[in-house]
């Protein structure tokens, strides 16, 4: 039985705007094992972004529960929290979010410099993780000076960079050409299997629903319905399920 | 729930406590930063360049114009001292006590009268070489009169023509001293010092001055400029909050991706603490360096040579450390607003998307 990277149960978020309550999630249960390929999915306002906010460490329900490796995240501090997002969580984003003042090595040695790691240790592993997806001769490039698709190649390689159990990518293709994103979803696939590390990745993209082990489907704040990829029917123009 | 706090104990000995706080990092990111919004930081930091060249300006003027008012006054008050007490040292009455002291205290002046003269007739026998015979009947006058001047019971004779030195002395600082007042009573005009030169008296500084010379220009600041100063530096911290708040503003997503890599609240502010300081440190010196040549330059076109030959130094190195501290000060408390502000954000920021 493999263990649970994330639990949560019976999560609700209710914010509050001015005097509007808005329920963004009502009662969601969710299981994610160690080593799975997850992707959220559904429309905008069904509080795929709050979800992924739960599971992430990024945010606190109003309540219920959520377990990131057994442990509750309400009950962490701000100490704890910056630990586990330093160590145990890396974060992709659909705006790739690399420093700009920063080189590409420098972007992926920041995580290290937080978890403590030398200078030299940390730029060998950096040099390392740039090579691995494929932007070995790039590493004193400034992000202006790569494609999009190259900033989230530095990012993959910014959230590998402290070996985390999770990683979290929000709308990763977002702001990527199809080919382009079809490619960053190969390596975040091939990452998923060399280094057994658990992907979340919340997404519009469809692209990925080949990739993905299992699919979490949200409408209005819960969870519509959880699809296996074998259980899959992609037809050439229409996906099933699609809300 | 009876323990809130309360965790398994095998997954409490998984999480750890973030402690890393990298001093060095925050400085390389904040002097990055810093250069790559070069013109930016240069805008924010004129405001400082400003502020403190008003403010070292004012301080340097009214340095200078403390060390004018006082300085010649000082060095012939000195010199007066000394002559009255060789005066009544030499007076016929006078105890033969008071000689002797005064004759002690004026040893090292009477050797220096005494070797003026060996030097003045080892001069003449030299040019007596090259003189004419008439040239040299006079040299011959002089040398011997100075010899005699040199003779054992001569020696308060000597003293005597050391005291007519003093006194020449005296002439020449009081001559230093004619333009500077000139120049009072011109900037007081119908103020006070028509009616102290009425008096037959020197014009009188604009406020008093302070005790003691170093702090001398912090007495001598009138009320007006101890206004504008604030101002300005009021404006100026005004200033630096907005232009912080702004880049803050900017820079939400940076703020928030640092703090999905682990980087904890004060990190953020040290951040904004160091860039803050750097850019006053520099803004700071700039100031300095053009508020005290501006005064210095000006204060010399009014009041003559003489300002150099009383350049206060003291109290400008002073002023000029204070001025460092107000800026630097100033940089790092308009900052910590914003600085609080950026660590506050939540990491969710980073992923908002401008929809």
Aim: glycine letters at 8%.
């Amino acid at each position: 039985m493999q263990q649970n990277i994330v639990r949560t149960r019976e999560v609700t978020k209710v914010y509050t705007m001015g005097k509007v309550k808005v329920e963004a999630l009502r009662g969601v249960d969710l299981e994610i094992r160690a080593g799975e390929y997850i992707s959220i999915m559904g429309p905008s306002g069904s509080g795929k972004t709050t979800l992924f906010n739960m599971v992430g460490g990024l945010d606190k329900p109003t309540t219920g529960k959520v377990y990131i490796e057994e442990v509750d995240v309400a009950q962490l501090d701000a100490y704890e929290l910056a630990w586990l997002r330093c160590r145990k969580i890396g974060y992709i984003f659909q705006t790739f979010n690399i420093i700009p003042v920063m080189t590409a090595l420098e972007n992926v040695t920041l995580p290290m410099v937080f978890a403590g790691l030398t200078t030299d240790e940390a730029r060998d592993k950096g040099v390392g993780l740039l090579k691995r997806v494929g932007l070995g001769d790039r590493f004193s490039h400034k992000p202006f000076e790569l494609s999009g698709g190259q900033q989230q190649r530095v990012a993959i390689a910014r959230a590998m960079a402290n070996d985390p159990s999770l990683i979290l990518a929000d709308e990763p293709t977002g702001n990527l050409d199809i080919k382009t994103g079809t490619e960053i979803i190969e390596l975040l696939k091939q990452l998923n299997k060399e280094k057994g590390v658990t992907i979340i990745s919340a997404t519009h993209d469809h692209k990925m629903l080949s990739a993905s082990d299992r699919i979490v489907w949200i409408r209005d704040g819960k969870v519509d319905r959880i699809e296996e990829r074998r259980d899959l029917k992609i037809e050439i123009g229409t996906i099933e399920g699609e809300a | 729930m009876s323990e809130p706090k309360a965790r398994p104990r095998n997954a409490q000995a998984r999480i750890g406590k973030q402690v890393m706080l990298p001093w060095s990092k925050a400085t390389e990111i904040a002097l990055k930063s810093i250069k790559v919004r070069f013109w930016r930081s240069m805008i924010t930091m004129s405001s400082i360049v400003l502020a403190i060249a008003f403010l070292m300006s004012i301080w340097t003027s009214t340095a200078i114009t403390a060390a004018l008012d006082q300085g010649p006054q000082r060095e012939i008050e000195a010199i007066r001292a000394r002559l009255a007490t060789v005066r009544d040292a030499l007076k016929p009455g006078a105890p033969p006590s008071a000689k002797s002291q005064v004759e002690q205290q004026c040893a090292a002046d009477l050797s220096a009268a005494q070797r003026r003269k060996e030097t003045a007739i080892r001069e003449k026998e030299r040019a007596l070489k090259d003189a004419t015979s008439d040239e040299a009947k006079t040299l011959n006058k002089e040398v011997g009169d100075l010899r005699a001047a040199l003779a054992p019971d001569k020696a308060l004779e000597l003293l005597r023509d050391y005291l007519s030195d003093l006194r020449k002395e005296v002439e020449t600082v009081k001559g230093k001293l004619d333009p500077i007042l000139l120049q009072e009573r011109g900037a007081q005009g119908a103020e006070v010092g028509d009616a102290a030169a009425a008096k037959g008296k020197e014009a009188a500084p604009r406020t008093q001055p302070a005790a003691g010379g170093i702090g001398a220009f912090l007495g001598y600041m009138s009320p007006t400029d101890k206004w504008l100063a604030v101002l300005a530096l009021l404006v100026c911290f005004v200033g630096i909050i907005n232009a912080m708040f702004m880049t803050v503003q900017e820079r939400f997503r940076e703020i928030g991706t640092m703090k999905c890599l682990g980087a904890l609240d004060s990190f953020i502010v040290k951040i904004f603490l160091i860039e803050s300081a750097m850019l006053g440190f520099i803004g700071t010196l700039f100031g300095i360096v053009i508020g005290l040549v501006l005064s210095a330059v000006r204060q010399t076109l009014v009041y003559g040579w003489a300002t150099l030959d009383y350049f206060p130094r003291g109290s400008l190195a002073v002023a000029a450390m204070m001025a460092a501290l107000v800026g630097l000060v100033l940089s790092i408390v308009a900052a910590i607003f914003p600085a609080h502000k950026a660590a506050r954000m939540e990491p969710v920021a980073a992923m908002r998307t401008e929809e």
